[in-house]
């Protein structure tokens, strides 16, 4: 099983990312659900990115601003449905986009020591989900793999 | 055209609602809504629904409980990703099958003096879809629609 897995199967309106990392659990939470980690590692190393607002509980709102080195701006938004032990499911929307929204629902599992997280998203239709995966999406997952791998590594010195 | 359009495509994880009715979008609206006036529509009749939240907002929360005769309770509740004129986009999960939640983007646009609502529902897989349209969902949705047409023509008097 390879550290990173991207399906995204043909005529279906679902992406599912598979992640393991060599950390206990609580780190992995702790990482994904700081708003001061996540500039950290979420997308690509070029950008500048701002956490706005990330309000991780049931409820909760976030806004994430990200701009490149020419100053372009791209904001995604959405709302926590709700953060349990381990898991989260929010809406997200890329305002570059307006009205195509996605369902992303995170869940991280204890696995021999290590964690697995999976992340299963879901579009509004077959052609949203076709448009991410065209953007490169699949390099930009494994950018931010690399960058949460080295992060854990720095926390764990 | 019929007024009321249930489509659920084989190995989607979709459905698309689409209702039309006799009556101005301003008052489609206000019915969809408010949350006094969504027991008096909102499922099957022989169920009493209480709206215990209902925040029409971008990022407010709505939860509502339905009991049958015997008393039996129905919980329902969610987010609202966004909420813009004549459009809403929430979450939505069924406490009887928890972790298992589904994203409602409902449109309203005017048509010849009527309103032409599309409801566009994603589930986290096809399983999920399948399930919904198994507990006799079309019917659900024709009773709704009927009620809601009454209600239409009660507050149109």
């Given at each position: 099983m390879s550290n990173v897995d991207v399906v995204a199967e043909s005529g279906k309106q679902m992406i599912v990312i598979t992640q393991i990392f060599d950390a206990p659990r609580d780190l992995v939470w702790k990482v994904y659900t700081d708003p001061k980690l996540l500039p950290k590692w979420w997308?690509?190393?070029?950008l500048k990115t701002d956490v706005?607002?990330?309000?991780?509980?049931?409820g909760g709102s976030w806004r994430v601003v990200q701009q490149d080195p020419e100053g372009n701006k791209y904001v995604f938004h959405g709302v926590y449905h709700d953060v349990k032990p381990y898991q989260t499911t929010r809406t997200m929307e890329w305002d570059g986009m307006p009205d195509h929204v996605l369902l992303e629902a995170i869940k991280m599992e204890e696995m021999d020591g290590k964690t697995k997280v999976t992340n299963n998203t879901v579009f509004q239709s077959v052609e949203d989900r076709d448009g991410m995966v065209e953007t490169g999406m699949k390099d930009g997952v494994n950018e931010s793999y690399d960058r949460f791998v080295e992060l854990l590594k720095e926390l764990q010195k």
């Amino acid at each position: 099983m390879s550290n990173v897995d991207v399906v995204a199967e043909s005529g279906k309106q679902m992406i599912v990312i598979t992640q393991i990392f060599d950390a206990p659990r609580d780190l992995v939470w702790k990482v994904y659900t700081d708003p001061k980690l996540l500039p950290k590692w979420w997308g690509p190393k070029m950008l500048k990115t701002d956490v706005e607002r990330m309000d991780v509980k049931t409820g909760g709102s976030w806004r994430v601003v990200q701009q490149d080195p020419e100053g372009n701006k791209y904001v995604f938004h959405g709302v926590y449905h709700d953060v349990k032990p381990y898991q989260t499911t929010r809406t997200m929307e890329w305002d570059g986009m307006p009205d195509h929204v996605l369902l992303e629902a995170i869940k991280m599992e204890e696995m021999d020591g290590k964690t697995k997280v999976t992340n299963n998203t879901v579009f509004q239709s077959v052609e949203d989900r076709d448009g991410m995966v065209e953007t490169g999406m699949k390099d930009g997952v494994n950018e931010s793999y690399d960058r949460f791998v080295e992060l854990l590594k720095e926390l764990q010195k």
